[in-house]
């Protein structure tokens, strides 16, 4: 199998270096030239709770230089999406599929306006990733990626995904209820990333400090809501503790969006908080605890250059 992962972030080189092991022909395509050569050169540098160990990879940003792919891995920021998937382009043929590990609602149907339906599968991952630089990733957490159609199907491609995670040591499962997955995913992060990348701490202290406890909560009840009117199932009996216990085992992290913010860089609002506000407003619930963050975050990716 061919298989292309799409991005160089935290997610990309992780995933680039644990699919390595395996026997197929793994590839990385990043946008920059100059960085994918650097790479390419001197390999992923992963540490962490899989310990210290070095991937050999091809690299390129060069779509032409691949030509058509088995199966095209979008880890790019989510407002990348669209860029990317036009520049991943010449890797698809007929039988190519496509599958995204980012995070929020709305990559699934980016990719299929663009490459149809049929191809599509979407996914989780609960991975912990930190990038260090490039080439060089902090595997910080363990978690397990589920993957799955948004018709439902248990296809052959999402069996062969699975056994090829499995196979070189990353927990994965199907799943008939991706949408369920997407939003149980979405309503962790609408609760943590916005309010980490505003206060700068790490997950762990959300929990700890009686304000940041209750704006999760309010942001969480609100993602909870909005969920519940659409008829999404969420996959966790009680969202709220769950999310709760995610700032827990995840204590130490540094959030995607504080990651973002910290790096001057445009985070994924719009596809997280964004997302529940949009939805609230149109289906008439009150969203303001989203509302506030979303516009909090806005403001800071606005005003980079002038912040003391
Ligand atoms: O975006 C993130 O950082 C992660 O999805 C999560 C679960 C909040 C852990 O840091």
Redesign the pocket.
Known sequence: MKIVIVGPGAMGSLLAAFLSKSREEIWLLDKNAERAARIQESGIAVEGISGSWEAKIRVTSDPAQIKQADLVIFCVKSYHTKEAVSRAKPLVAENTKVLTLQ?GIGNIEIIAESLGNERVIGGVT?L?ATLLGPGKVRHAGKGETVIGRADGKISVELRSIRELFNKVGLEARISRDIKGLLWS?LI??AG??ALTAITRLN?GRLIEFEGTRKILREAVTEAIRVAKRKRIKLIYDDPLAKVEA?CEA?AG?V???LQDVLKKKPTEIDFINGVIVRQGQELGIPVPTNTFLLNLVKTIEASYKLAL
């Open positions: 995070n609960n912990g995913k962790i992060n943590i990333n997950n995610v995840t992290n959030s995607s969006m």
